[in-house]
């Protein structure tokens, strides 16, 4: 499969603020003897956690003496609490994502540039490139994976049970009903990170309302009071009594486990979220299909599929040692090649290579529909904390959502909340 064709037209979004000593911390380790580089880490679960380590051991062994010390974060933690991370004592290298929430910091010139490791960069994109460049034309992230978001789902359920994957909003809606008469929690539901509800207010409204009119929306050049965003909201609400109760008090990794002990049916998730609580032995029985159609003229065109790469930290003290940037460039290079996405989705399959020249050969099924997916797709969204600005996702989106989750029935003054704060924060540049 062509990236060519895999991530055209992607968009991608923001940050956020505050800070605990434990993340100040990250950037304290030495670094600057040339040698070792220090690697700011949000991949706190397991699975990337060891995958990630088998990476970074592989470019240890042929880099000529160079190490990597990574300092490991709890992801939502690191997520939180990026913006002053970045303003104090960062890491040379850390994790973060592509697109706007990448341009955000580079804006602000808080990342380094690095332009000229991109010369030498194969296999990526023009999309990916351009995923990768911030607003003056240069580049400040290197690209590591990808994974779509769908409607997550056993296979052994759905067979024993008989259920069919829906096509369309009102077969979704008819299948979690059969599933709740069956005694089973129709869609698992959670959202206590803040996080994991923005990816099925993304999906009803491209499927609502199109590509163009999310992308709009989250720029803040449409009201949130326009009558499109107040039939997202009352499509979701529909959705709502076949969904988990409590969602704010649980985390995605308790929805998805729901999901492993078939107490579930379904749930809208990215492709990592599900793979990371079943074990190798269930990791066949795990499917999914794409969040259903709501009006024909949009059909499922659009798909989200955030990127994840690496970037260098403008304010790491190290960096400002010759010898400790290009060591820092260097893993960002070698990061950059199929071989080394090779050895991380070896031990992680959550995941979807972005470099043209990754073995793809010992892809999963599942890996392979998830490749099928974002390929047949039309557009490619990133999701909502990454599609706007790090501000108005943190302060305003985080909270309305979960408002909105436990208090569904005043749709119009939940509007009315956000467009108020939404003109305040656009209008502070």
């Known amino acids: 499969m062509s990236r060519r064709n895999v991530l055209r037209g992607a968009v991608a979004g923001a940050g956020a603020v505050t800070l605990p000593s434990v993340l100040a911390a990250c950037g304290s380790g030495s670094g600057g003897d040339g040698k070792t580089i220090t690697m700011g880490s949000n991949s706190s679960d397991p699975v990337p956690k060891k995958a990630f380590a088998h990476a970074f051991e592989a470019y240890e062994a042929q880099s000529g003496g160079r190490k990597v010390k990574v300092n490991t974060v709890d992801h939502n933690t690191f997520q939180e609490n990026i913006n002053r ?27 380094h540039d690095i332009s000229d490791n991109w010369l030498h960069y194969e296999g990526f994109s023009a999309a990916l490139k351009d995923q990768s460049t911030g607003a003056d034309g240069k580049q400040y992230l290197t690209p590591y994976y990808y994974y779509p978001w769908a409607v997550f789902h056993r296979k052994s359920l759905f067979a024993d049970r008989g259920y069919r994957a829906p096509g369309t909003l009102d077969e979704y809606v008819a299948l979690a009903r059969q599933m709740k008469k069956d005694k089973l929690t129709p869609i698992a539901f959670c959202d206590k990170d803040g996080w994991p509800a923005m990816g099925t207010f993304d999906y009803i409204d491209m499927r609502t309302n199109g590509y163009a009119f999310h992308r709009s929306l989250m720029a803040g050049e449409i009201a949130w009071t326009d009558k499109r965003v107040r039939e997202v909201f009352d499509t979701w609400r529909r959705l709502l009594p076949y969904c988990q109760p409590g969602a704010n008090g649980r985390t995605w990794q308790e929805a998805a486990t729901s999901l492993q002990k078939k107490e579930a049916g379904m749930a809208v998730f990215g492709l990592p979220h599900p793979g990371a609580q079943f074990s190798e032995e269930e990791r066949g029985d795990l499917d999914f299909f794409p969040f259903p159609v709501i009006d024909p003229q949009h059909g499922q065109d659009a798909v989200e599929a955030p990127i994840d790469g690496f970037l260098l930290a403008k304010k790491s003290k190290n ?74 996702s943190s302060t305003v989106m985080i909270p309305a959502i979960q408002k909105f989750i436990s208090d569904p029935g005043d749709v119009d003054g939940l509007v009315n909340d956000i467009e108020r704060q939404k003109k305040t924060i656009f209008a502070a540049d």
């Open 85 to 111: 991370y970045l303003q104090g004592r960062p890491d040379d290298v850390f994790m973060w994502f592509a697109g706007n929430r990448m341009q955000f910091f580079a804006e602000k010139g808080l990342l």
């Open 319 to 392: 960096l400002k040692n010759e010898k400790t940037l290009q060591s820092a460039k260097d893993l960002l290079g070698w990061l950059a090649t199929g071989k080394a996405e090779d050895i991380y989705l070896k031990s992680d399959p959550n995941n979807i290579a972005v470099s043209d020249r990754a073995d793809t050969s010992a892809y999963s099924p599942l890996q392979k529909k998830a490749v099928e997916l974002v390929s047949g797709a039309k557009q490619i969204s990133q999701f909502l904390d990454r599609d706007t600005r790090p501000d108005f």
